[in-house]
């Protein structure tokens, strides 16, 4: 099973929000962010607030998303953090890469965080439902 960062990154590429590992335009990352392209897009797993379902395969994690933009280019960061919002929010249930999601739910709107090496940096924060395909002990839904 992929983490919820690396199986949401496929929606955010089939929505057009950038290119997986891109080196120039709008690149997605998955758990780190390069120096280069200025442009990227970067999701980070973050845990969950609560534990996952001990009886029946269904988890709550939680993913971070982090928006970096070109220097000085306020709009345009913020542009594609609302894109990435777009993307996500109200998805409906769907399995990705095997791995059955019945929710995404945005807890945090699009967060100006600061400047880096003057380009913008926007965050969203998001909930997560999904049920594993398989497990050890916990049973299907």
């Known amino acids: 099973m992929n983490s919820a960062a690396m199986d949401l990154k496929d929606v955010l590429v089939s929505a057009g929000v950038?290119?997986?590992?891109?080196?120039?335009g709008w690149g997605i990352y998955i758990g780190f962010e390069p120096d280069s392209p200025d442009t990227v897009v970067t999701l980070y797993d973050t845990g969950s607030f609560e534990e996952p379902n001990p009886a029946y395969l269904l988890d709550f994690p939680t993913m971070q998303i982090r928006i970096r933009g070109a220097k000085n280019d306020y709009p345009g960061a913020f542009s594609k953090a609302n894109a990435v919002k777009e993307a996500l929010?109200?998805?409906?249930?769907?399995?990705?890469?095997?791995?059955?999601?019945?929710?995404?739910?945005?807890?945090?709107?699009?967060?100006?965080?600061?400047?880096e090496?003057?380009?913008p940096i926007f965050t969203?924060?998001?909930?997560?439902?999904?049920?594993?395909?398989?497990?050890?002990?916990r049973a299907s839904l």
């Open 18 to 24: 950038g290119t997986f590992a891109a080196s120039s």
């Open 89 to 115: 929010l109200g998805l409906p249930a769907q399995t990705i890469n095997g791995t059955r999601y019945d929710g995404v739910w945005m807890i945090s709107d699009v967060s100006y965080i600061g400047v």
């Open 117 to 119: 090496k003057e380009r």
């Open 124 to 137: 969203t924060n998001w909930r997560i439902a999904r049920e594993p395909a398989t497990g050890t002990y």
